[in-house]
């Protein structure tokens, strides 16, 4: 069985970094501004756009995860392999001010540019950031722009479609509550020896490309990808449980927290970020293992509530997640546009 919880942030993006990065919110039409075009200003990031970013970003909702990471990324000067800031990164700007700002991701093995962002904006700026995007993406020699909404985000869709993106793919975003199912604590393993040890992101790297090659848009990892997005997440490799006989990686569940809301008290949380079993040894239980020692790690940590994230048509995968106390929490799409050659 392979439990496939793809997040953005799916290459890493569709692991979950989107979901790490895909929350877009557009003005509804009667509230954009009568400011002419001209007095605003869509352009590429630069480097004495740092302070005002991080301003801009911390200034926002922190349950907005896209910004909440993208502040990371600012804060640690990370670099993600094929990413640059300077190049695919774009702001709008407004009396001055950030108001918005668009990613590109590109996924050279599949050709796909994979958007995020968050912009609350006047209609003609999101147009220009969306348009600046796509063109980039067409630069990158990207054959496909896909965006991740939420199903309810009723305005953000109706952007896109009107700039034409066609919805593709759903995914479903699933949760436990221990506080509120304390019997789901009998779903909980005891402790978990075996772990990815410092070193090993090579081995992670192999068996992820293993255990998702063939599925939807997973474009394969590198080592240097598996780093970044430990490093993004604010992850130990550690966390990473491993089922292991003698030498060979029989499968992983990635676990991590979630940064906390600090405008907000809230119950802490954490997520089942991905988990994959070799192709080789699946129908053998070790899926149920893993997701229940996965569990067993985070309420070790205190955590109340755990996120997963599952596409709709893994059937084995959502029978499995809900057998172990999850429910369905809220439907997330994958808008897609192809780009012409």
Same mark, same amino acid.
Do not use: C, Q, W
């Given at each position: 069985m392979s439990i496939k919880i793809e997040s953005v942030f799916v290459s890493f993006i569709k692991l979950n970094?989107?979901?790490?990065?895909?929350?877009?919110?557009?003005?509804?039409?009667?509230?954009?501004?009568?400011?002419?075009?001209?007095?605003n200003l869509v352009r590429t990031y630069n480097q004495n756009d740092k302070n005002p970013l991080l301003s801009y970003l911390k200034g926002q909702k922190a349950s907005q995860t896209g910004n909440t990471f993208l502040q990371k990324i600012m804060e640690k000067g990370l670099q993600k392999p094929g990413y640059s800031v300077e190049k695919d990164l774009f702001l709008a700007w407004e009396k001055g001010r950030i108001v918005g700002w668009m990613n590109v991701f590109f996924e050279s093995h599949i050709q796909r540019a994979v958007?995020?962002?968050?912009s609350r904006t006047t209609k003609n700026s999101a147009d220009s950031l969306l348009e600046l995007s796509i063109e980039r993406a067409g630069e990158l020699e990207a054959k496909k722009v896909h965006v991740y909404l939420p199903e309810k985000n009723n305005e953000a869709r109706k952007f896109f479609?009107?700039?034409?993106?066609?919805?593709?793919?759903?995914?479903?975003?699933?949760?436990i509550d221990f506080s509120k199912t304390p019997e789901s604590a009998n779903n909980i393993s005891g402790p978990y020896d075996n772990h990815f040890k410092p070193g090993e992101e090579e081995q992670l790297a192999g068996l992820q490309n293993i255990c998702f090659e063939g599925s939807w848009d997973f474009n394969p990892n590198t080592t240097e990808d598996i780093r970044f997005w430990l490093a993004l997440t604010g992850t130990k490799i550690e966390d990473v449980i491993v089922e292991k006989k003698a030498k060979e990686f029989l499968g992983y569940c990635w676990n991590h927290l979630v940064l906390p809301d600090v405008k907000k008290a809230s119950? #802490? !949380?954490?997520?089942?970020?991905?988990?994959?079993?070799?192709? =080789?040894?699946?129908?053998?239980?070790? $899926? #149920? !293992?893993?997701?229940?020692?996965?569990?067993?790690?985070?309420? =070790?940590k205190d955590v109340q509530l755990? $996120?997963?994230?599952?596409d709709e048509t893994n059937v084995a995968?959502?029978?499995l997640y809900a057998s172990l106390g999850f429910s369905l929490n809220s439907r997330n799409l994958w808008f897609e546009k192809h780009l012409k050659d």
């Open positions: 970094i989107i979901r790490l990065f895909a929350k877009i919110n557009i003005h509804s039409p009667d509230t954009f501004t009568n400011m002419s075009f001209p007095n958007l995020s962002g968050y479609i009107n700039h034409g993106f066609v919805p593709v793919r759903t995914f479903l975003e699933m949760t119950k #802490k !949380k954490g997520r089942i970020y991905m988990v994959g079993v070799h192709p =080789a040894h699946r129908g053998l239980g070790i $899926g #149920k !293992k893993l997701v229940r020692s996965g569990l067993s790690l985070l309420k =070790a755990v $996120g997963l994230t599952v995968g959502k029978a």
